[in-house]
């Protein structure tokens, strides 16, 4: 019965898979836009991604983004973006948008939250004034923004926890996600559980069973790149993926580095998204087939030639080297953009490199690290 | 002879006056572009439009942009640029490039340094360095980026100047335009002469005669808007432009607001520049018809309608007031260029509409400053 309401939202076809490894392609399809997977979402947390318009994003091929719920409830707020038309028509943007519940967000508040199975209570870092968020309440928040994917509230334990705080906030975050479902509201929102359970196979295992023992539209491996080591990421990623539903979308949360996307797609994961392309472009680090490179360092001032001499993005194809660090160091805004717009587009053509390897089933896991400079 | 040889660079035809105001239009074209007058430039201090690319001029239709050779000469450098090919190679621009001098910065470093008939010696803003400006030096750094027009050095006074202060300053310009010109070895950089002179009429007529009896491809209006009354820049204007010659082109230099750009238009000015709609852009001051707003302001949140109804940019055409009221209380650095887009569209079609009307012969001073609501 629930599993046929949360269908309607969103569908998921599955297209085709890698006969070596776990990798897979598919079609994601929302109320605004078909979306092939795997995918990696750009990080749009105050329904912007930092330094670019929606123009870009499409000029991007961004079929879908990320904002962030517990942001966007706090400026401009959930019911103003209702009044407003949904999240879409206030940024102007034609693709898909998955919302996360910020509960990851609200939990790094050191001091400022606390957190009980009722929900958590927090002072907001902007103006110092509380607010409850429960599952419900975060339903509603996602139901105002109008999403087309939303994320349930989750406890999501730092990457060094013991087991027993793991097990706790399993059990939490299990209960939560029933109660999210008895609160959802709008047909036109799909649901996504997610899957906690830290560096334990075991728990991982466990997990997985009780959440995707409820009927959410995809599943979600959270507690990943918190703090734990990146042979453990690699490990559970590889561990988790195979034990979420072959017929529904799995998401990767918050993950990652080039390197840490194709060693997901081999597991079997079909949507990622991350803030490092956007925050490291705007540091100055940019993503290139030879590896990463600092902007800023001196011998770049006399290198006129582009960025990637692979890359195809607006950056490469038309500023040197040279030119993009002199608008570094001087803290020039157009910088920004031009960065972003290149680390973004060398994370969506890996993508669609990869997509296009498992379409033929050449899919091959080395080999991807090695084009990426690893 | 020196007429002859700075004729090459540049070629100015006036192609119609008003018949009730000094309004004119004109065709200037130089080595990159064809420019209709009169014109807005854009300030793109650091071979930089702030926020914006190269792509973004060429929409707006940017045709010839300011550059700043005393910051070029600092970083990345004037020998860098040259050996990159130029400022228009070096930021991927396919317009012309006017370098003003950069003497207002060096004059405005107050304590940094000390000025004599030979130069400017002062020391670096950014690392301390000491640095000899001479009128020589300024040509050859003018010629090493490969400006379309350059400016010679002058003195500025400040807007409060006594007269006997003034006629220094008109002195040390006139002697140091005369070296100028005996420096240029450039034949694509052309170069225009500054007439200085303060508030005091009998002074511009003077200093309009000795800047104006000189070979230079143009003449620029110096001095006006750095500290003086608006009445007095007013009257300065309406009182030098006219002096200057028919046939070459005019430029105000730094002037101005919307209003400013009108009543120079009517004084027969055929150039302008101003950071005004580039910096107040990134202040969240936005200039529509029915004048300036700042969209910090609060009840910008519930307005779901274009910044200015009568305005077809990219900004007004996509996004809301509310929208952009949220991106700038979040400091979101797409605001940034969006509201940049904006001022520089008002500005360059404002010039294009009166470009318009003195074609017509229908230019009327009032009903412009009706039309931008002053």
Known sequence: MHNESTSAPMNFELLGRSSSTEA??????TAHSVIETPVFMPVGTLACVKSLTSRD???LGAKIILNNAYHLMLRPGAEEVKRYGGLQKFMAYNGSILTDSGGFQVFSLEGL??????GVKFQSHIDGTYHDL??????????????????????CPSGGAERDVVQKSMARTTAWAKRCIDARNRPETAWFGIVQGGIFEDLRHEHAQAICGLPFDGYAIGGVSVGEKPEDIERI??????????????????VGTPADLVRGVAAGVDMFDCVMPTRNARNGQLFTHTGKINIKNAHFRDQEVPLDAA?????????????????FVNRELTFYRLATIHNLHFYLELMREMRQAIAEDSFNEK???SHIGE
Chains 1, 2 share one sequence.
């Open 24 to 29: 897979r392609i598919g079609k994601l399809t």
């Open 237 to 254: 990623v590889r561990h988790t993926a195979p034990l979420l539903p072959q017929e529904r979308p799995r998401y990767l949360m918050g």
């Open 57 to 59: 994003l499409e000029d």
């Open 311 to 327: 890359c195809t993005c607006y950056t490469c194809q038309t500023f040197t080297r040279a030119y993009l660090r002199h608008l």
């Open 134 to 155: 429960t599952p419900e309440s975060l339903v509603q928040v996602q139901e105002n923004l109008g999403s087309d994917i939303a994320m349930v509230l989750d406890e």
């Open 113 to 118: 939250r606390k957190v009980t199975d009722e």
């Open 367 to 369: 080999e991807f690290l």
